[in-house]
């Protein structure tokens, strides 16, 4: 396994257990965590989203609108939407109509 200075790939992730070659870490990044876990933890993205490692960001990606309290954003609509890195932007339901066509329809995207 190769390594370069400065971008150390970790071998695999804490949580799911697979390769960071299979959990897309090599593609997508990983996220380290030394604020949780006291030796610090490596984490495919997915797992990071999933252990809500991630702190997600609490403003609609469009339009900046705050996002209130997450159940209560979930059941007026607000979504998540993925980007191409698999990372979750909050979207607002204004903006998921407009720039869309969906009406507020909860969704939390599965991975299937
Ligand atoms: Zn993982
Ligand atoms: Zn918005």
């Known amino acids: 396994m190769g ?3 400065g971008d150390v790939v970790p071998e695999s992730c804490d949580c799911c257990g697979h390769d960071a070659e ?17 030796g610090g933890g490596v984490y495919c993205r997915a797992c990071a989203h999933l252990l809500r490692l991630v702190r997600l960001e609490e403003e609609c990606v469009w339009c900046d609108e705050p996002m209130v309290e997450e ?6 609509g607000w ?32 991975d299937g």
Not at 71 to 76: F, L, N, Y
């Open 79 to 110: 979504v998540y939407y993925a980007d191409e890195f698999g990372s979750l932007h909050p979207c607002c339901p204004a903006c998921l109509a407009r720039r869309f066509g969906i009406t507020a329809r909860v969704s939390l995207g599965r």
């Open 3 to 5: 390594m370069k200075a």
């Open 22 to 38: 299979d959990c897309g870490m090599l593609e997508n990044g990983w996220v380290s965590d030394a604020q949780f876990l006291a």
């Open 71 to 76: 159940e209560a954003a979930e059941a007026r």
